[in-house]
């Protein structure tokens, strides 16, 4: 028996973790990661598997190193604790693979601190090198020559993880996306063919997390709809799952604005219970949009960006976005422009980043070949307080700036908020989801869905304003929830608010944090991001290797 142990690291902050609203959630993380499980579910019959995720639990390195073989796993936001676990691991004399999305486009960071790396998929590579490890004939480096079939996946080991410390469960449909967004990872990683899941594997996998306790799912697909035809055939399966069981499970996810097209789509969304789509906007400029071949994002004969926002509000979707400031087009008037549209979209969570070019994509080739990146500082600050990028119009410290001052703006408690009132308060009535329309003919069901959203809606406002420090923040919460039972009395949507409450005062503490590690960051004149715009090519290099160098010793 081969004795394996896959860790996840702990993730920083960041927009997806709520990590500061975690314990108003009654979670010790947003929601697992299903890589690791998944890979638990394609180790052969006759190994041991343990799955440690650092986001809930510690790691126990003691343990780690009396395993056979360690894995992990990780983003670029888990990058430098990647490199401390290795590090770690390998002192410990363990045995260590790594796999996962930024070995995937950048594997010569981990040179020295693994013994195996995996780039890509691994359906396939997994199992091969665990029988060829078992013959002591494995090799350094694994790639899978073809894109998974998805119909062959496993439904993940979720009896591995403890499923009650997370706030979501995840499941995944589909991988890969058509469009060409020359900023975007996924494409390189995943394809532009999405490949699918049947419904059956689908259903299965819907069982499991309910019958781990999760009755909120986020679908992880990066882009839900990009084969329409099949996601209907998928939808339609699920709504049918749903109807059968009494409708139990909620659903978020993330699609393209081109969802706003299709009204059938749409209408199959919030029938299936999904009630929240993250879509990436990006931005309100349109040169930026055709330079980065973000053509579905463009204004078309079927409506604008804005108007196609509007229209999927208007079915009652709470839709969250991701902008990104420093494209080439952009110049100093693109923080106000940000600005309006945001305010204009009437979108409460709209994650902005600094542009960032992540190793692979046609962004990275394009930049490299014209001398405009610059990779020496870290890449877990790229795309907030710092970044790669050498911009066209804008140097980095005006961008990095200018971000944070528009983060600043957007969350400032009163802009958020007017925001979320324009639809849910001030706008038309939200039309009711498939869960809504089932429980009016079904008493019992309507019964206890009220009972438990009353309790969790009380327990999340008493742990906020536990929760909150500020006297002031938290009179402002008190005002804003109020005048949801004033204006429209409703449980489900003081619910509501008092989550975006929570969304909230995390975003809030994270520019905070933002803005001390920024100012950290300024006060080092060596730290080559702070670098100035249309520096040469030379001269970019020279000061990277000086500081390199400087880290080095």
Wanted: with cysteine.
């Amino acid at each position: 028996m081969v004795d394996i142990v896959l860790i996840n690291p702990r993730f920083r902050p960041s927009y997806w973790g709520m990590n500061y609203a975690l314990p108003i959630f009654r979670g010790a993380a947003l929601l697992p990661l299903i890589n690791l499980p998944l890979l638990a579910a394609l180790t052969p019959p006759g190994h041991d598997i343990t799955i440690i995720d650092e986001n809930v639990e510690e790691i126990d390195f003691a343990r780690c190193a009396r395993a056979d073989i360690v894995g992990v796993t990780g983003m670029n936001v888990q990058r430098v604790r990647m490199r401390e676990i290795l590090t770690e691991l390998k002192v410990r004399g363990a045995f260590v693979v790594v796999g996962g999305p930024w070995v995937t486009v950048y594997p010569q960071d981990f040179d020295g601190v693994c013994d195996v790396v995996f780039v890509g998929e691994a359906e396939e590579t997994w199992p091969r090198f665990l029988e060829e490890w078992s013959e002591g004939r494995h090799q350094r480096r694994y790639e899978q020559a073809e894109k998974t079939d998805m119909t062959t996946v496993p439904a993940p080991r979720l009896d591995l993880l403890p499923m009650h410390k997370y706030v979501y469960g995840t499941v995944q449909i589909s991988r890969g996306c058509p469009f060409m967004c020359e900023f975007c990872d996924i494409i390189v990683v995943f394809g532009r063919r999405p490949r699918m899941k049947t419904s059956a594997q689908i259903i299965v996998e819907l069982e499991n997390c309910l019958a781990a306790g999760k009755n909120y799912l986020f679908i992880v697909d990066d882009n839900l709809i990009g084969n329409k035809k099949a996601v209907k055939v998928i939808l339609r399966d699920i709504i049918a799952w749903q109807r059968a069981h009494g409708y139990p499970l909620k659903f978020a996810t993330e699609a393209s604005i081109d969802l706003a097209e299709d009204e059938e789509l749409l209408d199959l969304m919030v029938e299936a219970n999904f009630d929240e789509i993250f879509v990436g906007i990006e931005s309100p400029n349109e040169a930026a949009l055709r330079e980065t071949r973000k053509v579905q994002n463009l204004s078309d004969r079927r409506g604008s960006l804005l108007e196609k926002v509007h229209h999927i509000q208007d079915k009652g979707l709470d839709l969250w976005c991701g902008m990104i400031v420093g494209f080439d087009a952009d110049d100093d008037t693109i923080f106000d422009r940000q600005r309006r549209f945001i305010r204009e979209s009437r979108i409460a969570l709209a994650m902005i980043n600094v542009l960032v070019a992540i190793p692979k994509t046609p962004l990275f080739a394009r930049l490299e070949r014209e001398g405009r990146l610059d990779n020496s500082g870290e890449p877990a600050n790229f795309g907030t307080i710092s970044t790669n990028v050498v911009p066209a119009r804008l140097s980095r410290d005006t961008l990095c700036e200018g971000y944070l001052l528009l983060m600043r703006d957007v969350y400032e408690t009163d802009a958020f908020f007017d925001r979320l009132d324009a639809v849910f308060l001030y706008g038309k009535p939200r039309p009711p989801l498939g869960s809504e329309l089932y429980l009016r003919h079904d008493f019992r069901r309507r019964l206890k869905k009220i009972a438990w959203n009353a309790v969790e809606t009380g327990y999340i406002l008493v742990q906020l304003m536990r929760t909150v420090p500020s006297r002031a923040q938290r009179q402002a919460y008190r005002r804003r929830l109020w005048n949801v039972m004033r204006r429209r009395p409703s449980l489900s949507l003081l619910h509501f608010y008092a989550v975006k409450c929570g969304q909230h005062y995390h975003i809030d503490r994270l520019i905070g944090q933002m803005s001390v590690d920024r100012a950290a960051l300024a006060a080092d004149p060596d730290d080559s991001s702070l670098l100035p715009a249309n520096l040469p090519p030379e001269a970019i290099t020279e000061r990277g290797e000086d500081r390199r160098r400087a880290l080095a010793g």
